[in-house]
């Protein structure tokens, strides 16, 4: 490349100037010590948690002068049920600390769903941003409107550019980008598919992608095995309100099969901040007993070190108590109902 370079490390999670790992180097030697340095340590930042995350890629770009640093990101704003267009002066750094210290500083508009982005309010954003100069406002006008075209294209839920800058010279350019996509509509992009990588992924969230189920690892300490989004929400909000800290958000879903619930069992196992399980089927499509038999053969494949609550409501529950009473497994602790079952977990891991 030549000249000043930066070195960045390709991670999914923001935070990377703060913990060291964007770097202005000037030469090879420094690259060569950026290099090493980021491809031997795990990041840690806020967004990834005490543990950080492993850098196997690396970005290396030309550099250039910065003059003034911007943020501009579409985003979906869930409560208005449209997107919205944020810019702010403040770029850079993060935009929940901006949020948090300075929101004033964070200029939104809300996106027509049908309409899109319309010129007078394009004209606004870029005006916040304090551009008055001919040829940086058809920049920053450009820059915008062809977020909000990806935005929309790819089906993000976040197209987010941190920092837009001005530099010495007067141009506009995008020197770092974010994208997050819609996985449930990743089948309409082949292209998308294509660039994922895997290894990036937690590989608990793709062993449970794997067997149909929705896994999202928490910081708490009592595993959570549901069927339903809803009722698993639910499930976790009396855990707290119980005192206690969900480890983790594990939707079975309504066609779960004894295999695809043993493993959820294991993935929640091999998390070894878990102390105690609490299992809430509402059988419908989901039926009673197959969680029952994935109980009783995670019970004897794998072993349960923990106290299993267990609280089984609908079809086929009498015949899912009849088998787990047959089973006398020790660690197994029923529940006469959904708060019955909070308290009972909550003060088996106290």
Request: net charge negative; proline share 3%.
């Amino acid at each position: 490349i030549g000249g000043r370079v930066v070195v960045k490390a390709q991670v999914f999670a923001g935070g990377r100037g703060k913990a060291g790992f964007v770097k202005l180097c000037d030469d090879r030697d420094q690259v060569r010590q950026a290099a090493e340095f980021m491809l031997s340590h795990r990041m840690v930042s806020p967004q990834t948690g005490p543990e950080g995350i492993e850098v196997k890629k690396l970005l290396i770009a030309s550099a250039v002068d910065i003059e003034s640093e911007y943020y501009v990101a579409v985003v979906m704003d869930r409560a208005r049920r449209c997107p919205v267009v944020m810019v702010s002066r403040e770029g850079g750094v993060e935009i929940e600390v901006v949020a948090r210290e300075k929101p004033d500083a964070i200029v939104k508009r809300w996106l027509h769903p049908h309409l899109g982005l319309l010129g007078f309010q394009c004209a606004q954003l870029v005006s916040a941003l304090g551009f008055v100069e001919k040829e940086q406002v058809r920049a920053a006008s450009r820059l915008i409107r062809g977020l909000v075209d990806v935005f929309y294209e790819y089906d993000c839920a976040l197209a987010e550019i941190n920092p837009m800058v001005r530099t010495t010279s007067g141009e506009i350019l995008a020197i770092d980008a974010k994208m997050n996509f819609d996985d449930n509509a990743l089948f309409r992009h082949a292209r998308l598919q294509e660039m994922f990588d895997p290894a990036a992924e937690n590989p608990m969230e793709r062993r449970a992608k794997e067997h149909n189920l929705s896994y999202i690892p928490l910081d708490g300490n009592i595993g959570c095995l549901v069927n339903g989004a809803g009722l698993a929400m639910a499930t976790m909000d009396l855990i707290k309100l119980h005192g206690g800290d969900p480890a983790n958000f594990l939707d079975v879903g309504g066609s779960v099969t004894t295999e695809g619930a043993i493993e959820a069992f294991r993935i929640i196992l091999s998390d070894p901040k878990v102390k105690g399980i609490l299992v809430n089927i509402f059988g419908g499509i989901a039926k009673c007993d197959t969680i029952a038999d994935a109980l009783i053969a995670a019970a004897k494949e794998i072993g349960f070190s923990v106290p299993v609550v267990v609280r089984l409501e609908g079809t086929n529950v009498e015949r899912a108590r009849a088998l787990l009473r047959e089973a006398d497994i020790s660690a197994l602790i029923t529940a006469d109902d959904l708060t019955d079952a909070a308290r009972k977990v909550c003060a088996r891991v106290a």
